[in-house]
């Protein structure tokens, strides 16, 4: 089964960082676009980031932008997250998920056919 593996998350202080890194198989590499989303228990899983490997485009939720930045490296078919000035709102569980073509406005997850287990990520006050 093609999957993903994320891994970097940890329990940290808020205003504290962490990058997150998500390892993506060949087949979904080229061509397509990976998100980071984030799920707490009970709530829907919301987009967090993306970034586009067809194009080029990107996306960052509004409360995220300025703190998170998302990067690949294309030999290692991986996708970092990298956040800083971590808040306890931003405590989830993250996944990445992977969709051809580009970076949609409003990245929604019944769109993402292909995810990892995700990471967890806690941010204590």
């Known amino acids: 089964e093609v999957q993903f593996v994320e891994s970097g998350g940890g329990a940290v202080q808020a205003g504290e960082s962490l990058t997150l890194s998500c390892a993506a198989p060949?087949?979904?590499?080229?061509?397509?676009?990976i998100s980071w989303f984030r799920q707490i228990p009970g709530k829907e899983r919301e987009a967090v980031a993306c970034?586009?490997?067809?194009?080029?485009?990107?996306y960052f939720k509004d409360s995220v932008k300025g703190r998170f930045t998302i990067s690949s490296a294309d030999a290692e078919h991986t996708v970092y997250l990298q956040m800083s000035s971590l808040k306890p709102e931003d405590t989830a569980r993250y996944y990445c998920a992977a969709i051809r073509g580009y970076c949609s406005p409003y990245p929604m997850a019944y769109e993402y056919a292909h995810w990892g287990r995700g990471t967890q990520v806690t941010v204590s006050s």
């Open positions: 970034t586009s490997n067809y194009d080029g485009s990107t």
């Open positions: 060949r087949s979904l590499w080229d061509g397509y676009a």
